[in-house]
């Protein structure tokens, strides 16, 4: 529409062109001139109202009467003579006196004129307000500050989770409770603080100390002092507690900026089972609020480790419980046959496996040995041990015979899911011929000595119980008779027979053919031992230095005749008590009165003692023989030792062993030629 | 079949006093290391029964231990009874070491029963 023209643009009002004069005024900055002298001559409303005053107050005032007293003697000492060097001033920050007396920021910028002939005339200053800027220097410095802090909060956290790491690191690598309780105070005691200390806290709350690295010996310190109070204080309230002064001194060094003692508790799985208790040092870790959250991290961690060393060992010691408890039967009491074994659990840290032994009456004058090696570990393999161990028992003495036995063996084992490729070697001897019945389920052969040569029984094989290879799958159908063979061996009166699990020949790095030769030699070389000495020696040899991930189980057999009865001893008192065995049992079948056999094992005992303890204790390849033997109504024992003989300390010839001796036996003689031979002499009578 | 310790020292209360009992076989082997459990077990006692009825055998390093025993006892006057049933293991030795027999009991309510 033609008549709705719109209206000629006006001139915004923002646009209209200033008065120089309402410019001046009303700049978006302070405006003065002043003379030489200082004197304000000319000021704009601007930095009137930032002052507060009218213009009649501050004409002819000076410039240095508007600064605050601090500003002033740096306008004196500094502006003033800058400002006339070099002409101007830029960007100079002063505080000036504001309204009511307050402090009023500003920045400078100043020019001083001068007229034809050099000679100041005026000084034109703008005036900034800077109150805005000092704020932001003032935000920027606590942000400085606060980066700052920060970083060195940064560079604690840092040193103090790479502690915590390497605390962590080193206490798993430790096995056991009381190897990781060491190895905690000794890390934090002897590297991060003073001294440290760790308190138990028994199931009903009570505390007492139990480990700590030495230093200041705080162990000695009361349940009602400084310490026991701050340890009582941290179970109740589940926090750390930090304690500054003592008031018992220590030997703790003093410590500005922080606690002396910091108690921490040891909380896992809702149980605090411990306090952990460090010591300041002036030159370690403080103890103030900050560090709380590191300690309680510290303290977490160190319980997590401690509780799972303590839940390991738990575990592991139900397990070797409950296979010691399955292992600890009585062997069959009949001195015709001396059987005797050993069993060594793995190493330590590792758990429990299945490897078990037993003895036991088949029937009349028969003698069932088992030595058996379950797959696995921990309580589930000890426990399908101690199933397989009762199966075992159960179906020998239905009298089959060894290959029936594990077929019997290779039913159960398909019927309990568990036992499946356990080896086995199982032997029956009858105690009158000592003719012995063996049989191997996939188990290392049996080692028979006979007169001092070895050789290794590896007749009567077969696969291990339930195994499906080498045949019919083993099962309930495989229980028809010829599945399994045995086959047998004549024991004469000095023969052993060893039987053995893979632990004691499986070396990493050797041939088992090379680790079993090395037994059968070991043994034949060993076999005029004692039979329990036999099994240590073996063990002893095989097992020295060796740290073996398996269990190891050894038993040895020995028949006992009525004939002359020899034995070597090492130099080694533990070889006494096997010698008395295996001489009880040969005395036994003597069948004297009770009286002579307990005297002749006891005199026995001390003339043996007295020749490894005064003869040949020291020397090595020094022995001891001991030889028994039946001349009509008497038993004559000699023991000699090939060693130089040593006085006792009591001065009494022999000892007071040999005194005894003598009120033990009829006859009595002491020989010393080189070596010195114990003959003894004794009656008997029938059975008392 | 194995058992593990050759010698085992326990001790119970009764009546206010010190029962130590030793179990297997006390021999020159594990004679030291018996005797520290046993100077362990009374050092705190008022008066002690040592229970010889578990042992199925002991030498005469076994009566050192006994001896050196009783003798530590006696200085710090405490009371003290040895228990060992005539024809026992312990008996034996003890008889043929001609032990002392005023401190000899049969039984361990007789040596409870004779303590002051």
Redesign the interface.
Known sequence: MAGARPNSPGVHPALQPDSSEDLFEHAPCGYLTTLPDGSIIRVNQTFLTWLGRSRDDVLGLRFVDLLTDGGRIYHETHLRPLLEMQGHLRQIAVDLVGPGGGRLAVLLNAVLHRDSEGQPVAVRTTVFDASERQHYERELLRERRAAEDAAATARALHEHSSFLARLSRCLDEADGWDERAARLVELVGGELVGAAELWDVDAVGRVRPTVNNGSPGPGAESLSGDVGSAVRAAVDTGEPVLRGELSTPTTVDRVDGGAALAALPMTVRGRTSGVLVLWARHDRLRFTPEVRPFLTELAGRAALSLDNARLYERERSTALTLQ?SL?????PDDPRLR?????RPAVEGLEVGGDW???FTVGPNRIGVVVGDVVGRGIAAAAAMGQLRSATRAVATSGVGPARVLEGLDQFVAHLDAGQMTTVAYVEIDLDSGRATYACAGHPPPVLVHEGTSRLLWDGRSPPLGAHIGGAPRGPASSEPGCRTDATVDLSADDRLVLYTDGLVERRRSPLQRSIDRLAALAAREADLPVASLVDALTAELLAGVVTPDDVCVVAIGRIATGPFHRRLRP???D??AL?ADLQAWLCLQDPDR?SV??L??AA??AA?NAI?HGIRGEPGGTVTVRAERAGDEIRIDVVDEGTWRAPEDGRFGG??LT?VG??VDHLEVHRDGGTRVHMRRRVGGPA | ????D?CRVSTAERDGRLVVCLTG?L???VAGEVERAVNAAVAAAAAVVVDLDGLT?L???GV?VLDHLLGACYERGVPVRVVATPGS?AA??LR??AFPDHVMCASTDEALADLP
């Open positions: 010691r292992l600890a039967g009585a062997v059987i005797a074994a050993a069993y032994h037993d003895a080694l008192v533990s006494l008590r008395r009286t307990d005297a094992v006891l005992n001390e003692a303890e007071r062993g005894i009120r033990l | 079949m194995s058992p593990d050759a076989e021999d020159v082997a055998f030498d005469s390093a050192r293991p034996f030795t043929v070491c």
